[in-house]
């Protein structure tokens, strides 16, 4: 297998491994041999992402684990970015996120910033508890593209009911593609409040929202 | 009036959980995550929430009037998850009438951060005494309804108090700092079930919303999860104390350590089938699991028929599958508890006593 190669499968491999260290070690690997770093990130770090989610769909990993491929992939984020040659950052797509107010539960929330990140979108994230008309003036004033709200609780799902009125009095719910989430949502409920999008955990999100792009 | 069939209420949960022959299964709701207090009640009677929270009184009332208009046959206090959190130091968000209380920040950032403070301090601190004061005044005035204590779980409180991303990591990262920092809290959490025992709560029910199968998987609920919870339930039944516990989430990836878990039931979420969980597991006495959200927004014929088919199911306690929306109409609740109540006697209940021709039953009008 030519270097190239194998380094970047070695950089895929430690984050899939939640090895922090020798991700961070991979990653100067990668550039000390002259490797472009956009190809470090997306063919090692984020292929290694990919495949944590694989493994979290088909529950070999939990949270926990999730969580840690995440974090050694960050740490190599951190040695690649820096030289990367032209950030494209005109062409990210805008992803607001954020848990409905009332629910403070914000771990899945946080999983599919990571996977959207992951994915090279740029997620502008608001948090836990957040009240309705917020998410429309962030993702008014962002210009978002996405608008993402998750909640855990039953008891807040007529939140996200609001954000949806709020959008429509302004007419401006066909500026943004809505995606919804969380324990207690179903397809059936994104689909009556009229959501653009529904994904039953964070890896799903991702190709969702790629797929509502493709719908354009 | 709380007498049917001869069994008192408390009778006849206590009865169930100590594997006696009863007439049928309860229906009850515990409190805590999953309290009745819905805003239907507290307008008709003016004894509201966020009030009730943090007076004894008034939550004594409020449990009271929720117990007798929903139908439940059960008392159930305090009507939030935070009340152990808070006086381990976190800030709390008491909420209004229709939001529950949640955390506003944890107090630490890490496991490792998680300073110790004195037990009999965190059992001065806070809201532990309006719990366990509201206690005693229901334990008085109604001997013949169970009163159930709600206490938060080890994973879930332990969450509550570090920050929840970094305490997940830590599970596997920092396994010794997350012991310790687990051990303490359940170390707190055994003495404020057993200072609720002593102020006459009937039993103690665990909600531990954060220590499923689907956030944890099967290593860490193991290791974390089933080791803490016991640690809870033994100190409970060293008390002689009688205690449920509500298993959030699918349990598929973790139910082969349900039977490992000492309580005296299991309840668990809709999607969970307990009729094939009995099946697989006679031991367990099950308690479940009627969807909350078919009780928010489904009509009430078409939930009687679904808490008739848990009669009929054999699950031994009826109860809502997980934490109620305030806004769930009363209408709904009762068309539930009604529904249980008219089941007739020739329920074969009793997890020890079943005999599998538990399937019979009839309407009684």
Not at chain 1, 130 to 143: H, I, N, T, W, Y
Request: proline residues 4%.
């Amino acid at each position: 297998m030519p270097p190239k190669e194998q380094l970047l499968k070695e950089l895929s491999d430690a984050v899939v491994g939640m090895d922090e260290d020798r991700t961070v070690a991979t990653s100067q690997a990668v550039l000390e041999n002259g490797i472009d770093a956009y190809e470090g990130i997306s063919q090692g770090l984020a292929d290694g992402m990919d495949r944590a989610g694989q493994l979290f769909e088909q529950e070999e990993y939990f949270i926990p684990e999730l969580l840690m491929c995440s974090d050694a992939m960050y740490a190599g984020l951190d040695v690649l970015r820096p030289h990367l040659k032209t950030v494209a950052d005109g062409e990210k797509r805008r992803f607001v996120i954020g848990v409905i107010e009332g629910d403070t539960h914000d771990i899945g929330k946080n999983l599919v910033k990571i996977m959207l990140e992951t994915a090279g979108f740029e997620v502008i994230d608001l948090g836990r508890d957040v009240p309705a008309q917020e998410f429309v003036d962030r993702a008014k004033s962002v210009g978002a593209d996405f608008i993402g709200i998750s909640t855990l609780m039953t008891t807040t799902m007529d939140g996200i009911r609001e954000v949806f009125s709020l959008l429509e009095r302004e007419q401006i719910r066909d500026q943004f593609r809505i995606m919804v989430g969380g324990g207690p949502i179903s397809q059936g409920f994104a689909d009556r409040i009229g959501a653009d999008g529904y994904a039953v955990n964070a890896a799903e999100a991702v190709r969702v929202a790629r797929k509502l792009l493709g719908s354009d | 009036m709380s007498t049917v069939n001869g069994l008192t209420a408390r009778e006849r949960l206590v009865g169930i959980l100590r594997h006696r022959q009863i007439d049928r299964p309860p229906v009850i709701c515990p409190g805590g995550m999953m309290n009745a207090a819905i805003v239907d009640v507290m307008n008709r009677t003016g004894h509201n929430l966020p009030e009730a929270h943090s007076d004894a009184v008034l939550m004594a009332e409020l449990a009271g009037d929720v117990y007798q208009q929903t139908g439940f046959e059960n008392l159930g206090i305090p009507f939030c998850l935070t009340v152990e959190a808070e006086v381990l130091g976190s800030t709390i968000n008491i909420g209004d009438l229709a939001c529950e209380p949640k955390i506003a920040s944890e107090a630490f950032s890490s496991t490792a951060q998680v300073a110790f403070k004195d037990p009999d301090e965190l059992l001065s601190a806070g809201r532990i005494h309006t719990v366990a004061a509201a206690a005693a005044i229901l334990a008085d005035r109604y001997p013949d309804v169970p009163v159930i204590g709600n206490v938060t779980g080890p994973i879930s409180t332990t969450a509550s108090i570090v920050d929840p991303m970094r305490f997940l990591k830590e599970l596997a990262k920092d396994k010794a700092n997350a012991h310790r920092a687990i051990s303490y809290v359940t170390d707190f959490l055994c003495q404020y079930a057993q200072l609720l025992l002593d102020h006459g709560v009937t039993l103690i029910t665990i909600g531990d919303p954060t220590a499923t199968g689907e956030i944890l998987g099967p290593r860490f609920f193991e290791e974390y999860a089933v080791r803490y919870l016991n640690r809870l339930i033994d100190t409970v039944h060293a008390a002689g104390g009688l205690i449920i516990v509500h298993i959030c989430g699918n349990i598929n990836s973790v139910k082969n350590f349900i039977p490992e878990i000492r309580s005296d039931a299991i309840s668990t979420d809709a999607m969970v089938n307990l009729r094939s969980l009995k099946e697989e597991y006679p031991q367990l006495t099950t308690m479940g699991n009627l969807s909350t959200y078919l009780l928010q927004f489904g009509f009430p014929d078409k939930i009687a028929t679904q808490a008739h088919r848990l009669v009929q199911d054999g699950i031994d306690i009826i109860s809502p599958a997980c934490g109620l929306s305030t806004s769930t109409p009363l209408e709904n609740i009762r068309a539930m508890t009604e529904a249980v109540k008219e089941c007739a006697s020739d329920f074969a209940g009793g997890s020890a006593s079943d005999t599998g021709n538990s399937m019979e039953w009839e309407v009684v009008r």
